[in-house]
């Protein structure tokens, strides 16, 4: 099978362009695009600083860096959280929610538009079988289930003589 032929070919290339768009415009606007995502992330009542990284499958340590950054800028703050003692719950601030708000009408005009060249009726089919293929590799036994891999002798690689 061709790469071409793959799903996951298609996807990570539209990802890649879409993400390379999404950066560019971010940069454009004096913001990088993880605190885009961090940005759009964060709920009004502060989001645990814990669940940022898996929302956004980034890791701890980049996501520490990147909050300091954020902080730093005057985007976020980071409070303890009340009940649990030992968590930090991270918060917008004015210039934070000023932000997030220029990111989500970036996020929702780039979408209109791509409404407006696919069509709403291409969109909303995309949306549910992403949404089918998000739920399906929730349970990736499941998805392993039936398939036999074959355990392919890989060619030996010639010695070379230097």
Known sequence: MKPQDTLDFHLRWAW???????????????????????????????????????????????????????????????????????????????????????????VVSVNDRLRELMGKEAIDRLLIEMKRLNEILDHPTRLLEGIEFQAEKSPEMPHSES
């Open 16 to 106: 890649a362009k879409l993400s390379r768009f999404y950066s560019a415009e971010a940069e454009r606007r004096g913001i990088p695009l993880s605190y885009v995502f961090i940005l759009l992330h964060t709920e009004r009542t502060g989001t645990p600083s814990t669940k940022l990284g898996p929302k956004m499958g980034m890791e701890s340590t980049s996501l520490s860096r990147t909050l300091k950054g954020m902080e730093s800028l005057g985007l976020i703050e980071r409070r303890q959280d009340i009940e649990d003692k030992r968590s930090m719950r991270v918060y917008l601030t004015t210039q934070g929610v000023t932000a997030r708000r220029e990111a989500r009408d970036l």
